[in-house]
């Protein structure tokens, strides 16, 4: 037998899988924040931080305003996306590309938390809760503005930064390619010149 039988349910499950989502980062964010060596990256991680333990103390408030205990049900979305962050900072070396790695994983958290605090909304809204749907909305507006923060500190210099390794190779390959241009245009040079000096010695 199913255990919801309505949106009201529905609704607080998403709720307190939410719970657990924004606990969960409470303890991840520390550890992409002192693995980050653009400061404003770590930073950007540091002041969510702070913005995920508000919003945990938003989703106990409205665990009040439906009259439900604060209580959390394991996220498995948001476990596998940290999963994913921790296994990255074991597999990619220090400095840009690590991150590049660490906003790719912020963003996929984000990504995450914005859809599903998108479905609740919409769920209070349809129940006619208002003011859970209002504190609701007060945390996505925040969400989508701290992945709207990542994305320009990924395009202020983080990127450019962790393609400059690549760019030294290709570099290094250009000059490789044009000597071996020259080396096979100066061959071909001897060749003709070798040509020519038979063909006029035969007439």
């Keep these: 037998m199913s255990e919801i039988s309505t949106l009201r349910e529905a609704l607080v499950e998403e709720i307190k899988d939410?719970?657990?989502?924004?606990?969960q980062l409470t303890k991840a964010l520390p550890k992409l924040a002192k693995n980050a060596t653009n400061p404003k990256l770590r930073d950007a991680l540091t002041a969510h931080l702070r913005e995920t333990e508000t919003h945990v103390k938003r989703l106990?408030?409205?665990?009040?305003?439906?009259?439900?205990?604060?209580?959390?049900?394991?996220?498995?979305?948001?476990?596998?996306?940290?999963?994913?962050?921790?296994?990255?900072?074991?597999?990619?070396?220090?400095?840009?590309?690590?991150?590049?790695?660490i906003i790719a994983g912020a963003q996929k958290s984000e990504h995450y938390e914005m859809a599903s605090y998108g479905t609740a909304i919409a769920w209070a809204g349809a129940l006619g809760l208002g003011n859970v749907a209002n504190l609701l909305n007060q945390t996505l507006v925040e969400e989508k503005a701290a992945d709207e923060k990542l994305s320009a500190i990924a395009e202020a210099g983080v990127n450019e930064a962790a393609t400059a390794g690549e760019d030294s190779e290709e570099e290094e390959e250009q000059p490789r390619a044009s000597r071996a241009m020259s080396a096979s245009a100066a061959a071909s040079g001897r060749s003709a010149k070798a040509r020519n000096a038979r063909s006029r010695n035969g007439r």
């Design 18 to 23: 939410l719970y657990n989502a924004e606990k």
């Design 60 to 101: 106990e408030q409205i665990f009040k305003e439906l009259d439900e205990k604060p209580k959390g049900k394991l996220c498995e979305g948001m476990q596998g996306i940290i999963q994913e962050g921790n296994a990255m900072l074991e597999e990619v070396e220090e400095g840009a590309v690590m991150d590049a790695g």
